[in-house]
Nanobody
């Protein structure tokens, strides 16, 4: 599985960004696709996830109501629409694919990772 994240950048507080993650190399029908983020000096944390087959979505409390995870099956692409951004959202954002049955909010459940894209929110 190859994952290629893009769409990061510098945005003022209150602004919006949309991240994309192009996926290839393996069928995703049985997977959960997720977004994680890692701020400087902090551990990688769960942001959102979506079931490729059922489209069920899962969010961290810190982003619920502001971020939306979606996918385009035809393009094998995952998205993260981020609205009302805050300075504390500043981090490198990673997309990942999970084929295990482990907790979807745990980074260890995901076996495939993209390279990360930097999101910087200025105050």
């Amino acid at each position: 599985v190859q994952l290629q994240a893009s769409g990061g950048g510098l945005v003022p507080a209150g602004g919006s960004l949309r991240l994309s993650c192009a996926a290839s190399g393996r069928t995703f029908i049985s997977s959960i696709m997720g977004w994680f983020r890692q701020a400087p000096g902090k551990e990688r944390e769960f942001v959102a996830a979506i079931s490729w087959s059922s489209s069920s979505t899962y969010y961290a409390d810190s982003v619920k109501g502001r971020f939306t995870i979606t996918k385009d099956n035809a393009k094998n692409t995952l998205y993260l629409q981020m609205n009302s951004l805050k300075p504390e959202d500043t981090a490198v954002y990673y997309c990942a694919a999970r084929y295990s049955t482990l907790d979807i909010r745990s980074a260890s459940a995901y076996g495939y990772w993209g390279q990360g894209t930097l999101v910087t929110v200025s105050s």
